[in-house]
């Protein structure tokens, strides 16, 4: 019987879905048309509380929809549905989302070909903007956009959280009953290291649609929902999940419409198995990307050494105890990729063509990258049904120093430590990145100086959000791989031995005309965030007076001339003592003679004399 109820009730649902569906179409479809000049027009100003986009484009379009209404909310964006030319890449089309009413906002983030998301975009204010851009080749590209205005304050009970045990279960929000509108929940699965997680849904019914662009259930073999979605899910079932590694992402997306039962689900977790020789082993730096291999594990595959090559099939591994691809970020056929937010370099380890037809191997591809940011290390290792894929990225970090230099041409670097200078002296100061990517760009967004290496509560503000904050401070236009600014020596070196100097560099990708890098000072009252691809922070010091320095060598010479002194002080009061115990004794022997010589005398004068009578 329950069988015979479900089979009644799709028809049902599928109807209700696609009234929905053509309700989206006709009173929220936006398509791009063409002018009497054949130049593309598309894109919209949109005001309404909520709106949902069905979005037609074809080549060389650029359009842009601006959603801006006086509230006092956030926005926001879901692309649940997108589909771009085959083959494209991020530079020839993508969707930007801006943070602001326009183009010259910052930039939130970036939907390309390759997203392995379902992107989910949140404003910081009451305006929010995207723009698209296609290629030109011929092609009908398809999108489904929703959005709507929502308070962060807002809570909504048993919608996300965070999942720590061995196993354990959740549910959507009301469930069993229908869940809210415009509901967006998140939760975050880990279990224990080296263990899997497998997720099963008792309980499935969401709205139905066949690419589920209205609610819809996402899971992420990730931390985040940034990347590595496994699936999206609707409709009635009871769909199965399995991670590769202990951490998992749940999504539950939901419009303004057709509300039902929800879900629940359980989560287990289980041992990895054990690998097959080390596994491969990935370190990035700022110049070059390093992957070692054991010929254990690559014989278990049935691979030696000779048979594998990077992108570019020139760059060898140099072999020993185990198989070496060493090689800069630019080179080898390394693909870099600019997601708005971070820079990831990828290169794929794959076997070489060996001229025949067939093979009885497993197929191997080792994919690395290097994502530069300030995140923690993500090493993620999955095996495929027919092919075995080792899928291991690593965070990398970008190598930046800082030196004071004797002048403007920044030629010649201030090698001495501590640094002395005179009061009011002018310091030149360069932020160097050393990268082999010649299309990256460094900004200085703020500089701080302190008394204490550590730098404590007593700071001082040079540059606050790219802005000049000291009247002496004067920066340069930014060049490539360095940030350069001057400024004269503190008055409040008075007060302290030591000064130390300390800056936040953003690192940006310099063919983004719309980067942090490239936007200069922002004040208080703009939101100080926006597209970069790095952030770090650099030290240089100390610094100090020259009048210490004089101060300093001339409490030396005095500590040497006394030093000096001390063995003939020391002899001349030996003999001083002496002299002084000896006329003691003289004067005590002296005292003891006269003494008795009084006592003698004194005898004779004071004899009784004998009476006559």
């Known amino acids: 019987m329950q069988a015979l109820r479900q089979f009644l009730l799709l028809p049902l649902v599928a109807a209700l879905a696609l009234a929905e569906d053509n309700s989206v179409e006709s009173m929220a479809g936006y398509y791009c048309c063409c002018s009497s000049t054949g130049v593309p027009s598309c894109g919209a100003s949109l005001h309404n509380l909520n709106k949902a986009l069905r979005i037609s484009l074809q080549a060389n379009a650029a359009c842009t929809w601006q959603i801006q209404r006086n509230e006092n909310k956030n926005i926001r964006l879901i692309f649940s549905y997108f589909k771009f030319a085959p083959s494209s890449s991020c530079e020839t089309e993508s969707i930007k989302i801006y943070d602001g009413p326009s183009t010259n906002s910052s930039l939130l983030g970036q939907v390309c070909n390759d997203t392995d998301a379902v992107p989910v975009l949140q404003s910081s204010s009451d305006s929010l903007t995207f723009l698209i851009t296609t290629n030109s080749v011929p092609f009908t590209r398809n999108f489904f956009v929703f959005y709507y205005f929502f308070s962060p304050e807002t809570k909504i009970e048993n919608c996300g959280g965070q999942l720590t045990g061995p196993n354990g279960t959740f549910i959507s929000p009301n469930y069993p009953a229908a869940y809210p509108e415009f509901t967006y929940c998140v939760w975050h699965i880990q279990t224990a290291k080296n263990t899997k997680i497998k997720l099963e849904f008792q309980d499935f019914f969401l709205e139905l649609d066949q690419n589920c662009q209205f609610d819809f259930t996402a899971v992420y073999d990730s931390v985040t929902t940034n990347t590595g979605l496994i699936g999206k899910v609707c409709g009635r079932s009871h769909p199965t999940f399995e991670s590769s590694s202990n951490v998992m992402t749940v999504v539950l997306s939901t419009d303004y419409a057709n509300s039902y039962r929800g879900f629940s689900a359980q989560y287990t977790s289980a041992p990895l198995p054990a690998p097959v020789g080390p596994d491969p082993f990935l370190t990035c730096s700022s110049d070059s990307m390093k992957i070692v291999l054991s010929k ?172 000049n904050k000291d009247d002496t401070v004067v920066t340069y236009p930014p060049l490539k791989h360095y940030g350069r600014f001057k400024f004269s020596a503190f008055r409040f070196l008075r007060s302290f031995p030591s000064v130390y100097l300390q800056c936040d560099v953003l690192i940006c990708d310099s063919n983004n005309a719309n980067s942090r890098c490239t936007e200069g000072c922002i004040s208080r009252q703009k939101r100080a965030v926006s597209s970069y691809m790095w952030k770090t922070n650099t030290v240089v010091g100390p610094i100090r007076l020259k009048r210490d320095l004089r101060s300093a060598d001339h409490s030396e010479s005095l500590t040497k001339a006394d030093a000096e002194e001390t063995p003939n002080l020391q002899q001349y009061n030996f003999y001083t003592l002496s002299f002084m115990v000896l006329i003691s004794n003289i004067i005590i022997v002296i005292a003891v003679i006269l003494k008795h010589h009084i006592k003698h005398q004194a005898g004779y004068s004071y004899q009784k004399i004998q009476s006559s009578y």
């Open 296 to 467: 254990s594990y690559l014989a278990s595959l049935g691979y030696s050494e000779t048979q594998l090559q990077l992108n570019d099939p020139s760059c060898s591994p140099v072999v020993t105890d185990a198989v070496v691809f060493s090689f800069p970020l630019v080179s080898c056929g390394t693909i870099k990729k600019d997601d708005g937010q971070s820079i990831t370099y990828t290169n794929i380890i794959s076997p070489s063509a060996n001229g025949n037809i067939i093979t009885r191997q497993k197929s191997l591809q080792i994919i690395a990258k290097c994502k530069m940011e300030n995140n923690s290390t993500v090493e993620v290792i999955y095996i495929a049904k027919n092919d075995i894929i080792q899928n291991t990225s690593a965070v990398g970090r970008y190598n930046v120093s800082m030196s004071f230099y004797n002048s403007d041409s920044f030629s010649q670097a201030v090698l001495q430590s501590p640094y002395y200078v005179d009061l009011n002296q002018t310091l030149f100061a360069q932020v160097s990145l050393h990268s082999t990517d010649p299309d990256l760009l460094v900004f200085i967004d703020t500089c701080v100086a302190s008394p204490e290496p550590h730098f404590g509560s007593l700071t001082y503000d040079l540059v606050r959000s790219g802005c």
